[in-house]
Structures are given as structure tokens and as C-alpha cells.
């Protein structure tokens, strides 16, 4: 496992350096795409009668397991790091906007997708189950926010639509997983994690994101009363990395939602950042979670495009994954629209907000990882090769283009540039969570 991570590190900042030296490319896409060519280089070499490359470095790539080293390994430090960059104050101010998005939306999206996609698997003479369906809506329609925010950070997006977009990314992550986990217990694939009932379904939403969010408050509550007490740089760090390690695990073995757990967390940390972190060793704790977040962020997108390697497909199973594309493009809108035009003329959001929430809900890691994780079954390549496809049309394309619709975005809408930068709150004094 070592000499496979070590040769994913090392094939990692080759791609990423020819991406920053020639090509320039926002480093997620630019790494993802240049991963992608390097596999159908492999496959083209392969089917060429070469095929000692394609068998060597897929054997090394299975040995890491792209779920495991995501769902496993990665998330809690890619979301706790996500969190912790975030406004906590702003994003509670805009909460009815981003629960109603990262809840209504996810489930909304996850059955439009779902049963989009039983016809359409149907329609090109692919056979899958209705809840096998649904499962595919629900790992595809979170939004990935470690793909989000890599874009947010480079688009001079406003802080409230950039709050907004990324608050939303950061819980729908966490509740796509929580429906995710009921869908598979209702199929009967769900490793105990839930029965297959309606009441049960309830249940386990419940426990996993209800006591997700307590637990990661608790967390967070923990994590700052221990840094507000010291002022040691490398101990404030050790004690970060042990609430989000640690916590993660423990989520996990108590069946509560890690990844909401990780949000809320970091959101607290977030919040009470200037008084447990003192000036001298704020800049650094803050450095060293940015860096942490865009290396393994590089790492995951790498990952992502390495990955196309060991994805078999079928003529249909393209078929079906380009209309699926549009259907889950189309499923974004309609979610997204129909809960915001209820929120929209109360939180005063421009007339954009629903294309770049749209076009901005990129696909990413936390699908990939979802989709290879379910068990060897007849249908289970049809839903990996839709989901690779879905990714990569994410990246790719949206990734792409976003720029431009965020510059339009920000041109149509200079209400949304000052509002909560000129509001009372932001000006007052800092309050200690314990006070």
C-alpha cells in the first residue's frame, strides 16, 4: 500500500506540475484531465496487444481503494478543512437558504435523478432495479465540495453567494450519504446500517444526520475549549488533527454521520477561531489546514482521472451515461429551483444565483467513492460507468466554463456584493463560544 500511495504521490505532482507550467488549468480540472488521458493512454496501449502497463498500474491502484481512501481516509480532513475556511458567522445568517438547498434539494434531486435513470437504463437495454436507481440518484446528486470550493477560491464570487454555495455543498455532501445509507438498507445492501422500511428509513436518517450534527457541535465545542487554553502552535495543530481523525472514527463506530459531524465541527472551530487561536499562531493553524486541503485536494482529482482505468464499459453503458449527464443537469435545476423560489425574495438573492447553484454543483470524489463501493452485482458497471461519466462532464466541462457565468453572475447582481459586509454583526466584538 505504501509503494502504491508513494507512486499516486509522486505520478500526482508530475501531472499537477505540467498543469501549473503548461497548460494552467484550475489545478483540480487540470489534474483530472490529465489523469483521465494518462488511463486511455493505458487502455489504448493495452488494446494495442501492449499489456504489461495497464495490468501493473491497475494493480496498484485497487490496492489503495479509491472508496476507502476517500469515504475512509481523506473526507473528515477535506471537509473539517472546508469548514474551517468558511464564514461561520455569515453562513449561520443564510442557514434557512443553505438547509433548504442541502436537504430539500438532495432528496428532490434523488428521486427525479432516480427514476430518470430506471427508465433510461431500461431504454437502452440495461437492467437495473428501481432502488438500485435510486441509489444511483442519491450518490450522484450531492454536490462535491472539495471541487466547489477549490473553484470558489478562485472566482471573485460574492461572500454571500460564495457562502451560499459552499455552505450548501459542504451539508448536501453529508446528507446525499445519509440517504445513500436508507436507500441501501431499504435494498437490502446496507451492511446493517438501516431495515428496509419506511419507519426504519426514518430512523436511520435520524440517528446518522441528526446526531451527526450534535456530535460534531460536541466536537467542536471540545476542540475550541482546549485551543482557547494554549498558545502552542504544533499542539493546537495535534489537537485539530486528533478532533478530526479521531472524531470521524468515533462517528462512525457510533453509526452517526462522520461527514455532517466534520462540518458542524469545523464550523464551530470556524467560528470561534479568534479567540482560540492567538495572532501569533492563527496565521499558522489556518496556513497549515489550507495547505493540508490543497494537497489532498490535488491528490483526490488526480485519483479521480487515474481511476477511468479500471472502469469497463459497454456501448449502452455510454449511451445511457450521456443522457444521464443532461438528466442530472436538468434534475439540478428544477431541485434547486423549485425550494429557492421560496427563499429567494426573502434572502434578496440575484436573478443568477439558481444558474450558478446549477451549473457550480460540480460532481466529484464523494460519488466515485459511493458508486465503487456498492457490491459485485450485474448491474453495478452500469452505475459505476454513469457516475464516471457524470464526474468527468462535471469537471471538465463545468469546471471550464463557470468563469464566465460567475462574472456575468457578478455583474447582474451588485446587491449581493455588500449587504452582509456593512451589517452590525460583523463589526462587533468577538464573543467566546463559552460566554
Known amino acids: ?11 500526482t505532482a508530475v501531472l499537477a506540475f505540467l498543469n501549473e507550467r503548461f497548460f494552467k488549468l484550475p489545478t483540480t480540472v487540470g489534474v483530472t484531465l490529465a489523469g ?9 496501449l493495452d488494446a494495442l496487444g501492449l499489456t504489461g502497463p495497464r495490468g501493473w498500474a491497475a494493480g496498484l491502484l485497487e490496492t489503495l481503494d479509491f472508496t476507502d481512501f476517500v469515504l475512509n481516509g481523506i473526507l473528515s480532513i477535506l471537509l473539517f478543512a472546508g469548514a474551517l475556511s468558511l464564514d461561520a458567522r455569515q453562513l449561520l445568517r443564510q442557514r434557512l437558504s443553505i438547509l433548504t438547498l442541502a436537504v430539500v434539494s438532495t432528496l428532490l434531486s434523488t428521486f427525479l435523478i432516480g427514476f430518470a435513470a430506471y427508465g ?7 437492467s437495473v432495479p428501481l432502488l438500485w436507481s435510486l441509489l444511483f440518484g442519491a450518490l450522484i446528486s450531492p454536490t462535491d465540495p472539495v471541487a466547489v470550493l477549490d473553484l470558489l477560491k478562485r472566482a471573485a464570487v460574492p461572500k454571500r453567494i460564495e457562502t451560499l454555495i459552499a455552505g450548501e455543498s459542504l451539508f448536501n455532501d453529508g446528507v446525499g450519504v445519509v440517504i445513500f445509507l436508507v436507500i441501501a438498507g431499504m435494498a437490502g445492501i446496507g451492511h446493517g446500517h438501516g431495515e428496509g422500511s419506511v419507519l426504519g428509513a426514518l430512523e436511520l436518517f435520524g440517528r446518522e444526520a441528526l446526531g451527526g450534527m450534535v456530535f460534531g457541535a ?20 495535534l489537537i485539530t488533527l486528533a478532533l478530526v481523525v479521531g472524531g470521524y472514527v468515533a462517528a462512525s463506530a457510533l453509526g452517526i454521520s462522520g461527514p455532517l459531524a466534520m462540518v458542524v465541527a469545523g464550523l464551530i472551530i470556524s467560528a470561534g477561531r479568534h479567540v482560540a487561536f492567538g495572532e501569533d499562531t492563527r496565521e499558522h493553524i489556518e496556513g497549515f489546514w489550507e495547505t493540508t486541503d490543497q494537497v489532498l485536494n490535488i491528490l483526490l482529482f488526480a485519483f479521480i482521472g487515474l481511476d477511468v482505468l479500471l472502469t469497463e464499459t459497454t456501448g449502452p453503458q455510454l449511451v445511457a451515461g450521456g443522457l444521464l449527464v443532461l438528466v ?15 427563499i429567494r425574495r426573502r434572502e434578496n438573492y440575484g436573478t443568477y444565483t439558481v444558474r450558478l447553484l446549477t451549473w457550480g454543483g460540480l460532481r466529484g470524489g464523494i460519488a466515485i467513492s459511493l458508486v465503487l463501493g456498492l457490491p459485485e452485482t450485474p448491474y453495478r458497471t452500469h452505475l459505476v460507468t454513469a457516475t464516471y461519466i457524470i464526474v468527468l462532464f462535471s469537471i471538465a466541462v463545468q469546471g471550464l466554463t463557470i468563469m464566465p457565468l460567475v462574472h456575468r453572475a457578478v455583474a447582474a447582481s451588485p446587491e449581493d456584493t455588500s449587504p452582509e459586509d456593512t451589517s452590525p454583526e460583523d463589526t462587533a466584538p468577538e464573543v467566546p463560544l463559552g460566554s
Request: aromatic content about 8%; overall charge negative; proline content about 2%.
Open 328 to 342: 442530472s443537469l436538468l434534475a439540478r435545476w428544477i431541485s434547486v429551483a423549485l425550494p429557492f423560489s421560496l
Open 36 to 44: 483521465a488521458l494518462a488511463s486511455l493512454l493505458l487502455i489504448a
Open 120 to 126: 433510461i437504463f431500461g431504454l437502452v437495454g440495461l
Open 1 to 11: 500500500m505504501l509503494t502504491a500511495f508513494a507512486l499516486l504521490l509522486s505520478v
Open 218 to 237: 460536541l466536537l467542536g465545542a471540545l476542540g475550541y475549549l482546549m485551543l482557547r487554553e494554549i498558545e502552542q502552535q504544533a499542539v493546537e495543530v
